[in-house]
């Protein structure tokens, strides 16, 4: 069976530069506080007219796909992971197969969240070994600041997130040593409501205990409600501190997995790309599992949490700036809603 291969790579950041000094006008907040919990100084935000999770992700992909040497006819399967697309249905998959003009080849969406890319990865490497695709393309993106409350009630969430893309552009490896490795998928669906967007959605039953008598129109309507917007439930709830328990053990466990799986070593590892979720939780993997500092690629202090975004993202960046060569072993790893997490192991 065929190994796949990350063959290119690209990402896209909005210009728009928000720093904490700059949320500080819309919430009560410091520079000091968001750093010294996240690690974050700044983040972008998307052009909000311009530019959405879709255009972002073409801008991704089309660096991608140049980088593959292939052009957008060669595409021949998409999966788009994101938590924020453009429409609530259809997914993404399809609007960026639109304004890539591509042939009308399959999009999958998926729905993973921080471990959306990981997810999306996997199934490409599954698709390439069957030989059923030979050029898949594989992006996350995200536009996080249209749905995000940036009053001081909703600071614990808002002054996390940031918006941006990455895309990989996956295909057989030709040779027998490079490639990836192995992927490794879980969730734990017990902790769905500790990081989640409840509204809008299908379980807003619990609007009706106040409202005994709405009439079967008022019922077709209950996937959003006035009272859903008067009570901030349209905005990410995130239940922090055990979302953090649970990344710091998670994280490395999904590591070793991968490791182990493939008879590696921690110190096998050249370059750990972890979600971009929090830099504390990076650097207490980074403890736990013994790493030195140039064994983990880190950026979320400029782009913040970039949610499925951030590991494409980072691993180009990581890629561009020479931390990454042929032959060097890459784990990639990722905790998030769900809760899922994952990792994957590439021989570059
Ligand atoms: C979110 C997180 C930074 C919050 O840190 P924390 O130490 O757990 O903070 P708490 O939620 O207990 O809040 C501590 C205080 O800071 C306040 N606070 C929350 N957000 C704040 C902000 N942005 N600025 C200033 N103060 C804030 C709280 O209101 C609380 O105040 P109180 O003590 O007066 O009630 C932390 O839980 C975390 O890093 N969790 C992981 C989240 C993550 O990585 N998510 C990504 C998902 S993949």
Known sequence: MKSSKIAGLGYYVPKNVYTNEDLTKFMDTSDAWIQERTGIKERRFADRKGETTTTMAVSASVTAIER??????????IIFATLS????FPGSGVLLQREL???EVGALDIRN???GFIYALSIADQFIKTGMYKNILVVGSEKHSFAMDFSTRGRNVSVIFG??????LIQPATDGSSGILSSHLHSDGSYAEELAMHYPGTSGGKWLENKPNWSEQELGGMFVTPEMLENGALYPYMNGQEVFKKAIVKFPEVIMEALEKNNLKKEDIDLLVPHQANLRISKFVQKSL????????????????????SIPIALCEAWEEGKIKDGDLVCLAAFGAGFTWGSALIRW
């Not at 690629?297 to 782009?303: L, S, T």
């Open 101 to 103: 003009k591509m042939k």
């Open 290 to 309: 013994g790493l030195k500092d140039g064994q983990v690629f880190n950026n979320i202090q400029k782009y913040g949490n970039t949610t499925a975004a």
């Open 163 to 168: 918006d941006g893309a990455g895309a990989a």
């Open 113 to 115: 969240q921080c471990s």
């Open 85 to 88: 697309p453009d429409y609530y």
């Open 68 to 77: 593959a040497n292939i052009s957008v006819e060669d595409v021949d399967f």
